[in-house]
């Protein structure tokens, strides 16, 4: 079965500093691999997501992540942290042959002004 | 436009109570989902509907937990008997096409579920 590891449940940047969330897959095929944000007290918001097209993958707000099979890794970067960042963060992946996302267990991410 | 929705946003029960959790997905979605997400955990998935079916229910876990989808739209997650352990919050997400094509699954707010 599929799963995902995010290393680190909490991660703490200074503001303006990069910011870098990791994420490991276990998987002998690369599946589709996601990245949602959970702001506080609102809803699972997808930040970007790898469907097996180009590598390096773009989202909103200044979030990237690379997909990198030789690492199955496809941690969560972005260059300049802000305030606003603050959040939990998710990995996910379709499972093959399923629809529904499996999640790993979260990163909280503090930003120090 | 509107975004799922899930009614009521917070429910306190007594053990052993049966309780009714609403989604209303995006308008047009064939596509929903119910999870469920304990203190500290990511989502955990419980059941899957293609229009008025379910597709999988592999995730439920046992047999007090059952989902409803009967025109397609609007899905109900009921849990019998409730125990202490069911307290989570229970998020519903819809996608315009099953996400085995990788189409984005949309979550709602959440039902917190708290269990005396």
């Known amino acids: 079965a599929q799963s995902v590891t995010q290393l680190g449940s909490h991660v703490s940047v200074s503001e303006g500093a990069l910011v870098l969330l990791r994420c490991n897959y276990s998987?002998?095929?690369?599946?589709?691999l996601f990245w949602y944000v959970q702001y506080p007290n609102q809803g699972l918001q997808l930040l970007l997501k790898y469907t097996s097209a180009a590598t390096l993958v773009k989202g909103i707000n200044g979030f990237e992540a690379e997909f990198k099979k030789s690492e199955t890794s496809f941690h969560l970067t972005k260059p300049s942290a802000h305030m606003s960042d603050a959040a939990e963060y998710f990995c996910a992946v379709i499972q093959t042959g399923a629809n529904n996302l499996f999640f790993g267990t979260g990163t909280r991410l503090t930003v120090i002004p | 436009g509107a975004g799922v929705s899930q009614t009521p946003s917070n429910k306190v029960t007594e053990k052993g109570k049966y309780v009714e959790l609403r989604c209303d997905p995006i308008?047009?979605?064939?596509?929903l989902y119910w999870y469920r997400q304990s203190l500290g955990q990511g989502p955990e998935f419980l059941i899957y509907f293609q229009g008025t079916g379910a597709a999988d229910d592999s995730g439920l876990p046992n047999d007090r937990f059952f989902a409803v989808r009967p025109e397609g739209s609007v899905s109900t997650l009921k849990i019998q008997r409730t125990e202490r352990g069911d307290s989570a919050v229970y998020l519903c997400?819809?996608?315009?096409?099953?996400?085995?094509?990788?189409?984005?699954?949309?979550f709602g707010p959440g039902t917190r579920l708290t269990v005396l």
């Open positions: 997400a819809s996608s315009l096409l099953p996400s085995g094509g990788t189409d984005t699954q949309y």
């Open positions: 308008s047009g979605h064939t596509a």
């Open positions: 998987s002998s095929v690369p599946p589709y």
